[in-house]
Each structure stands twice: as structure tokens, then as C-alpha cells.
DNA sequence: TAGATTGTTAATCGATTAACAATC
DNA sequence: TAGATTGTTAATCGATTAACAATC
């Protein structure tokens, strides 16, 4: 069972790239090479080359990478050429948003169950998507093979609801809830932690202010 | 100007630590070790009196740490110590969504302002707060000494917003958009990238389901 | 005092950058 | 062929962990 050694960090950028590449197929280029996406990306050309080689010889000495080829391994690599769906646990306002914003289709994830444990949100429709109750969680998802759910519950529920939601068969959870969730480890957990993050913004905040320099 | 030495690693665990001390103030615990801390958050103890020896000696020697000091010290350190007026810039989904969550608030955080560029969303109020027009910004944010911008407007408009914001005083800025925004370095920016997210989670599904064992 | 646990230095580990031979 | 640029190895840098003297 040896975990696929690919560092975490490198993972973390993976997508970047792929966001990078995304807008230069748009712009028409057709060739890179790592030294002009070193600038565009304001990192080493170094650091691309190695983390691409992490997964194959994706370029070509003398001649850079092919923007739509490498575009297209990426894809495959971060499992976007493929659609996943996905259900939200939690419909109140950010399961809302989630369920409304149809960004994440382009990249082949959809929204194809809501929950709540709220009658007054039953029936409720959000793009279409009925509001159900908890109560028909565990057939929604063996019927239709979900295996990603989004967890927008408040943080008191978060940790008894995605045991559930493990136990029902989710095999990755995208968890928005304040708090560890503490699943096993074959389950893969993507934590959103937005008040941590305002938290270091105001950390980075208050210390520009304190030395006034430019 | 030499940049405070803190290294980014430590700032990203910092209000991890936060929650946790939270916690156990909330449940009465007194004091704790950095030992018991490792085994409730699943980091090293050595990480924990590293982190916390970048800022100052909390702790004592043949006691630990006492929780309610320590909580408080590092509110103050991320600056949850006192209140931030922020400002939402794009009244979509997730821009309602977000100022409508009311747990920011308990940090300092307080939403004063929901601006669109969508007549339609013109006087329409979330929480009490009215959406404004774009037009409105400039004289809001001067006359309410507001620092900090929620971005959550279309990728296609960020990076014009952005700037914008910078122009008329705005200090921080927590990006929502899928794009980087590219800002002078006084600046401080803080991405929310959700795609992003979605597709680390993604990589993760996809190789833990390859090899089937558990 | 003896026990506990920190603060801090030293050792290890991992990630980033630099360099360059391979090769298109 | 000459020039460009990769893939990859080696060097550097930084972050994590271990160890232990200081001290409550």
C-alpha cells in the first residue's frame, strides 16, 4: 500500500498550473516553455520542470511543452476529464451558493443532490435540485453512486454527519464545517476553512499597518 | 523594512491552534502541556513549542500552558482581538452567502457593506445591509475607514475591481475569484480559490480508489 | 526536592533552486 | 549543425523533529 509519493506541496500547485495553461489555450499559444511560465507564474522555471517530471516527461528539449497536450495530462492527472457528482450535505446559504455556482460543471463536478435537516427547506428548488431530507440520504447515494459531498453543516453537526455520510459510502468529503473531522484514512477529506483564512489575512493586515513603509 | 521572520508555515497553523484553545477554554480546561495539545490536534509537541516560541514564551516550565492566556495572546496575534469592518464586493451567491454567515462576526469581522454592479440587486438587503451600487464604494470606504474587501465578483471583472479597491484605500483583500490578482506588495491578498480546492480533492479521490485497499 | 514540561539548540528530513548533460 | 530547453542530479535552503539543559 504504498502511498503514491508525490509531496503534498507539489499537489497544491497541480491545480494552478492547470488554471495557467487553461487561460494560455484560450489565448491561442500553442508552445511553453518553463522559463516563460516561470514568469507568468511568478515561480522558478526550476520548480515547474521538476514538479511536472513528477508525473512524466511531459515536454520536449529545445521546444518547451505543448500547452494543450500538458493542459490535457493535467486534466487527467486532477481527475477533470472525468465528471464526478456530488451532493451537498447542508442547504442553507453556503450550500446555496455552492449549488448555484456552475463554475465547478466546467470542470466535471455536479451538484446532483441537496440536503438539509430542515422541513421549512423541503422542496425547496436551488438550479433545479430539489432540497430533500436527510432521511433519504443513504438510498440517494447508492442509487446514484455519489462519492463527493460537500459538508456545509454548522460545526455542531459536522462531525456526526460526515460519519454518516461515511458510512453510506462517500469516499471524499469537500468540508467547509470548523472542525476536523477525523475519518478513516481512506477516506480523503478537503478541509475549507474560511475563518481560518480570514484569520490570516488579518495576521498579515495588522503587521503591513505597523510598519507604515512601502 | 525587514519582513517579520515569521514563516508562512507557522501563520497557516496558527489559528488551528486558535480553535482548538478555543475549545478547551469552552469545556473549562485550565492548563494543558504541549504533549496533550500534539495528541488532540495530531501534530508533534515540538511543532507546538516551536510555533508558539516565534511570538513569545507562553508557557511554564513543569505546567504547560495556560489556555485562557494563550487563547488570548494569539487572538491578539491574529488581530480577532478587535473589530475589522469588511466590505463585500459582489452581491451573488456567494457574496450573500457570506454575508449572511454570522460566525465572522464572533471574530471581529464584521460585514458593513455589500456592493454589485446589478442594478437589480440594488436596495436589496441581506442581513440589514443594503446592496449598493459600484458607484457608492469610493466615499463608503473612506468614510467608514474599511480595510478589508471581500472579492467575489466574476473572474472576467476581478482584476479591474481589484485595482479599484486598492485605489480607493483598501488594505486586504480576500480573494474569491479564480484568478491571481497581482497587487503592489503592501497589499495583502489572501485567496479563497474553491476550484482549486475541488480539484486536490479530486487528485485524492481518484488515487485512493486506484489501488482498492483499505 | 523531585517531577514535569518548557524553551532552545542540534540533527534530520524534505522541498526548492541551481547546474548541466542529454536531446530535440 | 547550433540553439534551445528539457529531464535530472547535486547543492542549498528551510521546516520539522529530537534531545536536553533550564526552570517552574
Redesign the interface.
Known sequence: ?EK?GISRAV??R???Y??YLGELLESGTERISSGELSQRM?VTASQIRQDLNNFGGFGQQGYGYNVEYLYNEIAK????DKQ?NMIIIGS???G???A??T??QK?G?VVTGLFDNNEKLYGKKVRGIEVLPMERLEKFISANHI??AALTVPKSEAVKTAQMLVKYGI??I?NFA???LDL?K?I?V?N??????????????????D?G??
Chains 1, 2 share one sequence.
Open positions: 500500500m503514491n499537489i497544491k497541480l491545480p494552478r492547470y488554471r511568478n492527472l486532477l481527475g477533470v464526478h442553507g446559504n453556503l446555496q451558493a455552492l448555484n455556482y463554475n465547478f470542470s463536478f462519492e463527493i469516499k471524499a469537500w470548523h472542525t476536523d478513516p481512506e480523503v478537503e475549507v476553512h474560511l475563518s481560518e483564512s480570514l484569520m490570516r489575512l488579518s495576521y498579515n493586515l495588522i503587521r503591513t499597518e510598519c513603509s512601502v
